[in-house]
């Protein structure tokens, strides 16, 4: 078995993920502003609150954290849960030779 890869993401790989988070962000605000006009109540309006708070600045450190790669010449990096009862799956990236 290969040993696990042991070089991490740039750290502007966060702030892609924060943006990413941001379009939930909006996304949720839309869908908060059109259900509390046709459901009513302003409880609505925590749900981009929450999805904020775990989008942008949760998840993003949480991936970066997580994510390691290493460029060799067997397939992809090996992603998945951990444990006698999961097996890890691997997922081949495009390489430059």
Same mark, same amino acid.
């Given at each position: 078995?290969?040993?696990?890869?042991?070089?991490?993401?740039?750290?502007?790989?966060?702030?892609?993920?924060?943006?990413?988070? #941001?379009?939930?962000? $909006?996304? /949720?605000?839309? *869908?908060? +502003? =059109?259900?509390? !006009?046709?459901?009513?109540?302003?409880?609505?309006? #925590?749900?981009?609150? $929450?999805? /904020?708070?775990? *989008?942008? +600045? =949760?998840?993003? !450190?949480?991936?970066?954290?997580?994510?390691?790669?290493?460029?060799?010449?067997?397939?992809?990096?090996?992603?998945?849960?951990?444990?006698?009862?999961?097996?890890?799956?691997?997922?081949?990236?495009?390489?430059?030779?």
């Amino acid at each position: 078995m290969t040993p696990e890869p042991s070089r991490r993401l740039a750290s502007a790989a966060r702030w892609l993920w924060r943006a990413q988070g #941001l379009g939930m962000t $909006v996304a /949720a605000l839309i *869908a908060a +502003g =059109v259900l509390s !006009e046709q459901v009513g109540g302003a409880v609505w309006m #925590l749900l981009p609150l $929450v999805v /904020a708070i775990v *989008a942008i +600045g =949760v998840v993003p !450190e949480l991936r970066w954290a997580r994510w390691r790669y290493e460029v060799r010449d067997d397939p992809g990096p090996r992603r998945g849960p951990r444990g006698p009862a999961a097996r890890p799956h691997r997922r081949a990236g495009p390489h430059r030779r």
